[in-house]
């Protein structure tokens, strides 16, 4: 059946859910594109602890937005929406679908509600003392002040993403307004003409979905591929799965690095509720999107019939 309605597609859901097997089908199905939504497969290096696509799925379909920095290198969110807007042109202008994958929120949100400055008041002065307050005292703190004004787009962007941080702080600043209560901002407040369908399952099925899934890290070298950075000062090294190993001293070992049973049992343990806990928080994240079409986990057919309906029937 063609496709009418060539447009993006949203995978969403929390980590372990299927995600990725699930957009490896649609693009099989539909010709499409995978691009990844998820903060941590940016890194180079960094394959099992991220849950990394195997090199056999990524010659089976195209991947993007996988190991384009190093693991040693930060990185924003809005470096990532300008990269991954142009991944999903390239693939709408040679007739692919574009597969958006991932449970990192601030980076949808990026994608879905963009936002625009260009019609507001402008204080070069202002946001030279910004930039200023940034170098002398960093992005938490310039996060923290927009916080305090504008709680709603503070949630919406990084601390990283400094750039629009210090771009709302000076609009709040100048116009004594929130953003969402700027002209400009209007059109990015409103719910957003996208196909995103999400996956989730019973709570209990989750959780023991993510413990199997940290078994099988370990079980494929997770050890050694955490101390081989060598460093956890990175930004890269202060997400699940690797920072729970940063108090720990390996020792070296014939075939990389070794840890001692009790401790390793220790580690993999917090990394299971790690991660649990972050499963709470992205399905919290997601369902405030009340555009989402929900499907299950262990049924994902229905997922591709209502992509293929709203990719081929809709006009």
Not at 85 to 95: P, Q, R, T, V, Y
Not at 286 to 298: C, N, Q, S
Request: glycine fraction near 6%.
């Amino acid at each position: 059946m063609p496709i009418k309605n060539l447009q993006p597609i949203y995978v969403v859901g929390p980590t372990a859910s299927g995600k990725s097997a699930l957009a490896i089908k649609l693009a099989k199905e539909f010709d499409g594109v995978i691009i990844s939504a998820d903060s941590m497969q940016i890194y180079k290096g960094l394959d099992i602890g991220t849950a990394k696509e195997s090199e056999e799925e990524r010659r089976e379909v195209p991947h993007k937005m996988l190991d384009i920095v190093n693991f040693d290198q930060e990185f924003s969110v809005a470096e990532y929406a300008e990269m991954a807007k142009a991944e999903i042109e390239n693939a709408l202008n040679s007739g692919k679908l574009p597969i958006i994958v991932g449970g990192t929120g601030l980076y949808f949100e990026a994608l879905i509600y963009p936002m625009s400055f260009a019609n507001t008041v402008k204080n070069p002065e202002l946001r030279d003392e910004l930039s200023q307050e940034l170098e002398e005292k960093g992005a938490k703190y310039l996060h923290d002040k927009l916080a305090s004004l504008d709680s709603k787009t503070a949630e919406r962007l990084h601390e990283n993403d400094t750039k629009r941080v210090i771009r709302a702080l000076e609009i709040i600043l100048t116009t004594g307004k929130t953003l969402d209560e700027n002209k400009d901002m209007q059109e990015t407040s409103e719910r957003p003409n996208v196909i995103m369908i999400g996956l989730t399952c019973d709570r209990q099925k989750l959780y023991e979905r993510i413990n199997e899934r940290v078994d099988k890290m370990f079980d494929e070298g997770l050890v050694n591929e955490v101390y081989s950075v060598g460093s956890f000062k990175y930004q890269s090294m202060q997400a699940i799965g690797y920072k729970e190993f940063a108090e720990v001293t390996p020792k070296k070992a014939e075939n990389g690095f070794e840890i001692d049973k009790e401790t390793l049992a220790v580690i993999k343990d917090k990394i299971k509720q790690h991660s649990r806990n972050y499963a709470k928080r992205q399905l919290t994240w997601f369902r405030k999107y009340d555009f989402i079409k929900w499907f299950d986990v262990f049924d994902t057919a229905p997922a591709i019939d209502y992509v293929r309906t709203q990719l081929c029937e809709k006009q």
